[in-house]
């Protein structure tokens, strides 16, 4: 059983005259055990609403969010204990998340020993007592931070970004979860303690069997650290797969775009500047004013594409179109899907362009 | 002194000018307090002509701060404590720019070094309008411009950097981070200034905007040929774009190179570190990890390599011993006592 | 758009006027006894009452006949009418009268004063806030005693200084008994000379909350980037304080003003008593002394028009100053 | 004077100033804070203990009229009491109203402010725009009008009156406030825990908010001492009543300015600025230690001496 489904999660935000702007769009996907899926997009791409609808800070439109099976709304409960606050309360033990921002995400009133001690005591069955303080300490100590006595009394401004979001992880993992969220978890953190902390959570995972959803805008992470990656632009998933064959052999332009923009350190000189001679000539005469404007019809990153053709004003086929199909996957390449006009034999032949490398 | 405001083509943007236009000697800055915190501790850096001189570090590590001694922004309690900082004119002239002041200080910002700020939002002034701000800087270095001179050139530029002159009636709350980044890049080339500082320009952007930002810089310095000192903590970013990069840790430069070869053969370990700390996109999967550890507390006196604590090649004289920041033979200036032919001996068991 | 902001403010200050309007209609239920007769009476004892006022002073107290609506009904009829009855204090003046007089006063103190308050807090302040960490740091300290002092007793201290012992200004009233009232310069001479003292209390009450606040406000948007932006670009200093800094940090003044001018017409109102300055503050000062009720109650809707109306000035005039009110 | 002397770095966190030692010592080092202090503190010793030594200021003397003497440090009044006496025995009942008044005006805004900020929704509308209106409706007249119809006069009306006025502003930014805390990551955490509302509110937002609301309980303090002394010195307070604000009312009445008591009416209003002052000084002090953006960093003399005119920065 999958840990968590989500099935066409649609997500509106009302706005300011009574429009609305639709954040998410019937995206589905499925978290295992032990499994970390990253979701990549850039700012505006619905990637933390997807987390604040999941958290339930945020309410969908339209969509069913299964979490061990069990419907997330109100409808089918099986095994829950009865209730709309107990059926809260037991949502919020199995799913927990780590915010982005470690400055943000601790009050600044309280000590480290607080932001343990709570969901303990609302979750863990603990009551105060040494029992309870042995418990925070353990925490602690799972996420490597040590001295545990010494860190426990702490206020958060006396810690460092890192050990901050370290104990952001102890927190979330205080309810012993099934699920965990993380919203970019290391992109407010110093660069050469990223990896520590996303090796942290990777380490979790495999000894909590934890489901993982990591967010993300940095595609490198995204690959080194999930075995499957979905790819959002404005709302909606344009590529998702094995991460190796997303990164590796990118489908959408979209994914190919961010992929050849992401920094080489090992490529030359002359091959860099080609890259950017390339890049020049495929945003042709466009203004970049232009390139950012939204539309609303067809697909929403043509405004954008190198590629972009007629029958891009129209909607690309669905993902489970063209599922698999994404021509030269070769092996390793099922379940790789695109939703682009591009891979879809029906419309015009595609460029064969790889603008990636 | 001021130069023209025409769009003449400058001789030598094609190569990299070998000649000096900015040296940074032995700067010192420290923040004033109970217990003074030293953010910038006796670094010296050249900026070559048209090149781009890359600066990189973590939170803390004095880049930024470092940045703003060489434009003369420090505010108190900053303040420079030591060092000179000298700007080299195409006409020989030399300005040591500790000792502007005043109106001459004024004359200088802008005209010869000109800064784009981390965050576009923050730098443009809310409540005025792109066209009035830019304006502003006309006004005040070319008092000779008129009008529709001035509306002209504002208008222009915006088109150099790919907006649509016409947004110059708009309010910066009117436009998208990347357009906001675009329009501050635009009045930072406003008066052609040899040098412009650029403080984590791309750091608040999406990848895909911040990789245009990039390539709009690298084709408006080859056609304009400004020196560039880029401050990021970005390294991989770094490696690409800059000609020579200074990795500074603990508010010291540690590593002064060119880009291409650190890239592949690092000599500091922090530098490699750092490297490491950025994950190959293509790569092979490997075993990933940081650097443990954090900085120093750049309040307390320090005592031998501030890196030590974290270094995994930490042998005996790195404890006691600040290492200087000095070239090895046929290498690039590097403070590590690993490349210090005085400590051979261990070096050739705590090496890589 | 800017359209759909003022359309919003609007609605909001009729929003306020209406509660305003209402308030005053349950106020003469908390007299004890029947007002009506409680009014007459009094009334009575300085003249003859012409015949209906019983009548119209019920409607307009929103006492008058069949149910709540009812009486409610009849009460916005004869406020729309302007008919708030007669006074007891100047009896038979019609109340509406006197309020007219009294907040022509006060509105020309107040509004000059206020304005050049405004001016001159604000000017102190950017300065002040500029030049931080200097001598000028000494003015916060001295502003903030003078931000805690009342209105009406710097008005006493300033009328015995200026007054009684120096002689300087006149110490009473709003211009020279011994003059014909009308648009003649002796009479406008007069009403300026004797203006100038209130005037000069209520600057003086008043002008340190301006200036304190924009200190601090310029203290804080000097740390922003835009003014170490306009800095670096070498900018004049005078060009960077005024249109880079101050723009901005006199943005909460202006929002905050409503909160100002209540302090303002507050202390005005007290203050009058000192000056005997023909004003709202004395008339109604007056009417609580003979027990006019709609005299208050006429002087209390007036002075809540005329605040909501500057209120909703200076909401217009921010729409103005701050583009980004157009989004929000 | 030279003012505040904060010289901590201009970047540490706002949160850093809330707790831990350095706090302390960061506002031993604010004078305002200090000056305040004592001030407010002078005075509410004045309060508690100044009537012991003074059986009945309201006594009537044979000296009138009289200046200060060393008999009378303050002078005398018409019919020969003592103003020293008068000011000392005023300050109890003067802060016993504006303590009283503001602290409901507090309690009331942070319901209002903290409550529907937290709450959002049509509640929050509504709550919002009744303070907005509260702020824009000029509240005085209405306390004098109120006041003229109720014919109340005793202690407790008064402060009820003066509060259920002056909360408006408060509850405005506790709103903004609470709007702000309540979108954070640490309260989102808090919820997507599971925790009751009540301890989120309790427990995660008002701690955060704590210095603002002691900050608005100043202002209030002040607010209920002016009006108190305004509606007094308009005589529609209680003559038994002994507020600085009666004294004032009474040296009018006697024609105290025309017949030249200065030292009548000039001690209660010095005091009532010189509380507000005080009380206004702690508020200064507790935003510069609480917003680093307010810190002023101030040169040492020496160095200042040394730089003549202002170049450093180019201004």
């Known amino acids: 059983m999958s840990a968590l489904t989500v099935t066409d999660l649609t997500v509106d935000y009302r706005q300011r005259g009574g429009s609305r ?106 009551r105060r007592g040494p029992k309870l303080e042995a418990a925070v300490l353990d925490l602690l100590r799972s996420v490597n931070l040590t001295p545990a006595e010494d860190v426990a009394r702490k206020h958060p401004h006396e810690l460092s970004g890192g050990q901050r979001q370290r104990v952001a992880i102890a927190r979330a993992l205080a ?53 499957q990656i979905m790819v959002m632009y404005r709302g909606e998933v344009v590529e998702r797969g094995p991460s190796d064959q997303v990164i590796l052999h990118p489908a959408h332009p979209y994914t190919r775009m961010l992929a050849a923009a992401a ?21 042709d005469t466009r203004a970049a004013e232009h390139r950012e404007s939204v539309l609303d019809q067809g697909c929403r990153f043509r405004s954008r594409c190198p590629f972009a053709m007629p029958v891009c004003a129209t909607r690309p086929p669905d993902l489970p179109a063209v599922k698999g199909s994404v021509p030269g996957a070769g092996a390793g390449g099922a379940g790789h899907a695109a939703r682009c006009w591009l891979l879809d034999e029906s419309a015009a032949a595609a460029p064969a362009a790889d603008s990636a490398d | 002194m001021i130069p023209s405001t025409g769009t003449e083509t400058r001789d030598d943007s094609s190569g990299l000018g070998t000649d ?50 060489l434009t003369r922004m420090l505010r108190p309690p900053a303040r420079m404590t030591a060092g000179v900082v000298e700007y080299y004119g195409r006409d020989g002239e030399v300005i040591d720019l500790a000792a502007l002041s005043g109106d001459r200080l004024r004359e200088f910002r802008w005209n010869k070094i000109s800064m784009v700020f981390q965050s576009a939002m923050n730098a443009l002034n809310p409540v005025t309008g792109i066209g009035s701000q830019m304006d502003d800087i006309f006004r005040t270095h070319r008092p000779g411009m008129d009008k529709a001179a001035r509306r002209a050139r504002a208008g222009q530029l915006l088109e150099m950097v790919g907006i649509d002159p016409r947004r110059l009636r708009s309010f910066p709350h009117e436009l998208s981070g990347g357009m906001r980044q675009r329009v501050v890049i635009a009045m930072a080339l406003a008066l052609e200034p040899e040098i412009v500082v650029m403080d984590e320009p791309t750091t608040a952007l999406d990848v895909l905007v911040q990789r245009e930002i990039l390539d709009e810089v690298e084709r408006l310095r080859a056609e304009l040929g400004f020196s560039v000192v880029f401050i990021t903590h970005d390294l991989a970013l770094l490696l690409e774009i800059s000609d020579r990069l200074a990795v500074m840790y603990a508010g010291q430069v540690v590593e002064y190179a060119p880009a291409e070869q650190v890239a592949t053969e690092p000599l500091h370990p922090y530098t490699r570190g750092l490297l490491r700390s950025f994950p190959d996109l293509r790569g092979q999967r490997r075993e990933m990890h940081g650097i443990p550890g954090n900085p120093p507390d750049l309040r307390e006196a320090l005592v031998g390599c501030p890196f030590a604590p974290r270094c995994e090649s930490v042998f005996e004289p790195c404890r006691e011993i600040t290492p200087p920041l000095r070239a090895p033979a046929g290498g690039w200036p590097v403070a590590c006592h690993l490349h210090d032919p005085a400590h051979d001996d261990y070096s050739s068991e705590g090496g890589r | 758009m800017r359209l759909r902001y003022i359309g919003r403010k609007l609605g909001f200050y009729l929003v306020a006027a209406w509660i305003a309007i209402t308030l005053n209609f349950f106020l003469p239920r908390l007299i004890p006894g029947d007002p009506v007769a409680v009014i007459i009476s009094k009334q009575q004892q300085t003249g003859t009452v012409p015949l209906g006022e019983a009548d119209q002073l019920r409607r307009l107290l929103g006492l008058g006949s069949g149910s709540l609506a009812g009486q409610y009904g009849q ?36 509004g000059i004063a206020t304005l050049l308050s405004f001016a001159l807090g604000i000017a102190l302040g950017t300065v002040t806030g500029w030049k931080r960490g200097s001598r000028l740091d000494a003015i916060v300290p001295a502003t903030t005693l003078l931000t805690a002092v009342p209105y009406f007793w710097l008005a006493l201290l300033l009328v015995y200084l200026f007054a009684n012992t120096w002689q300087i200004f006149p110490a009473q009233g709003g211009f020279d008994p011994a003059l014909d009232v009308g648009w003649n310069g002796a009479f406008i001479s007069s009403a300026i000379q004797h203006s100038l003292l209130p005037a000069i209390t209520l600057i003086v009450a008043s002008v340190g909350g301006w200036l304190l606040g924009m200190r ?3 203290v804080a948007t000097l740390a922003e980037d835009y003014v170490v932006a306009a800095e670096a670009k070498g900018l004049t200093p005078l060009r960077v304080m005024a249109k880079y800094a101050a723009r901005n940090a006199v943005l909460p003044s202006v929002s905050g003003f409503a909160v100002s001018i209540g302090f303002v017409v507050t202390g005005q109102i007290v203050m009058e008593q000192v000056f005997n300055y023909p004003g709202v503050g004395n008339l109604l000062f007056a009417a609580v002394q003979n027990q006019d009720y709609p005299l208050m109650q006429g002087i209390f809707l007036a002075i809540s028009f005329a605040v909501l109306g500057a209120n909703l000035l200076v909401d217009l005039l921010y729409g103005f100053i701050d583009p980004r009110t157009k989004e929000a | 004077m030279p003012a505040t002397v904060t010289t901590q770095l201009v970047e540490a966190p706002a949160e850093a100033a809330v707790r831990g030692s350095g706090v302390l010592r960061t506002a031993l080092r604010s004078r305002r804070l200090i000056a305040g202090l004592c001030i407010v503190g002078f005075f509410v010793l004045l309060g508690v203990v100044g009537p012991l030594f003074f059986g009945n200021p309201n006594l009537v003397g044979t000296v009138q009229h009289a200046g200060p003497s060393a008999a009378h440090w303050f002078g005398t009044t018409d019919i020969g009491q003592d ?103 640490y309260v989102l955490a808090s919820k997507a825990l599971g925790e009751p509302v009540w301890r989120i509110v309790l427990v995660e937002i008002m701690p955060n908010e704590l210095p603002i609301i002691v900050s608005q309980y100043l202002f209030a303090m002040i607010f209920a001492i002016l009006a108190q002394a305004g509606l007094a010195f308009l005589g529609l307070q209680s003559p038994d009543l002994l507020t600085w604000g009666n004294t004032l009312y009474f040296a009018q009445n006697a024609q105290a300015l025309s017949s030249g008591d200065w030292w009548w009416f000039a001690p209660p209003g010095l005091c009532i600025a010189l509380l507000g002052a005080g009380l206004a000084l702690i508020n200064f002090g507790l935003d510069e230690l609480l917003n680093p953006r307010l810190r002023v960093y101030r040169e040492p003399r020496a160095r200042r001496a040394a730089r003549a005119d202002g170049t450093e920065t180019g201004q």
């Open chain 1, 21 to 126: 702007f639709r954040a998410v769009d019937a995206l589905s996907f499925a978290l295992e055990p032990g499994q970390t899926l990253a979701l990549v997009g850039e700012s505006g791409s619905g990637k933390s609403t997807v987390v604040r609808t999941l958290s339930r800070f945020v309410k969908p439109s339209a969509g069913e969010i299964l979490l061990r099976g069990v419907d997330a709304a109100d409808g089918v409960e099986r095994g829950l204990p009865r209730g709309r606050r107990a059926k809260r309360k037991a949502y919020h033990k199995t799913m927990q998340l780590v915010f982005q921002d470690p400055f943000a995400s601790l009050n600044p009133m309280h000590t480290v020993a607080h932001h343990l001690r709570r969901p303990l005591l609302l979750h863990g069955g603990h």
């Open chain 4, 83 to 185: 103003v020293f006496a008068q000011t000392v025995v005023g300050a109890r009942a003067t802060l016993e109203i504006g303590a009283a008044a503001g602290l409901i005006a507090t309690v009331v805004s942070v319901v209002i402010g903290i409550g529907g900020g937290y709450a959002g929704g049509w509640v929050d509308e509504a709550l919002a725009l009744l303070s907005n209106v509260a702020l824009v409706i000029p509240t005085l007249p209405l306390v004098i009008v109120v006041a003229a119809f109720v014919k109340n006069t005793g202690l407790l009306p008064t402060v009820f009156v003066i509060a259920l006025t002056s909360w408006a502003a408060s509850a405005r930014v506790l709103r903004g406030q609470t709007l702000s805390i309540r979108n954070r990551d």
């Open chain 1, 263 to 283: 920094p080489d350190p090992t490529v030359s000189r002359a091959a860099l500047a080609e890259a950017r001679a390339q890049r020049a000539a495929l945003r």
């Open chain 1, 175 to 227: 309810t012993d979860p099934k699920v965990l969220l993380a919203d970019e978890p290391v992109s407010m953190l110093d660069v050469s303690i990223r990896l520590e902390i996303l090796n942290l959570l990777d380490r979790l995972k495999q000894d909590r069997d934890l489901a993982l959803l990591y967010v993300t805008h940095d595609l490198a992470t995204a690959r080194h650290f999930s075995s």
């Open chain 3, 216 to 218: 601090n406000m310029m």
């Open chain 2, 20 to 69: 000096l236009v900015l040296r940074a000697s032995n700067v010192s800055v420290e923040y004033a307090g109970s217990r003074p915190t030293r953010a910038v501790r006796e670094v010296s850096l050249e900026l070559r002509r048209g090149e781009v001189l890359g600066i990189v570090g973590e939170s803390g590590c004095g880049k930024s701060t470092f940045a703003y001694a």
């Open chain 3, 75 to 110: 009460y916005l009829n004869s406020l729309a009418h302007l008919r708030f009855g007669l006074s007891i204090t100047v009896f038979p003046t019609p109340v509406i009268d006197l309020v007219r007089q009294a907040v022509f006063w006060t509105l020309i103190l107040v």
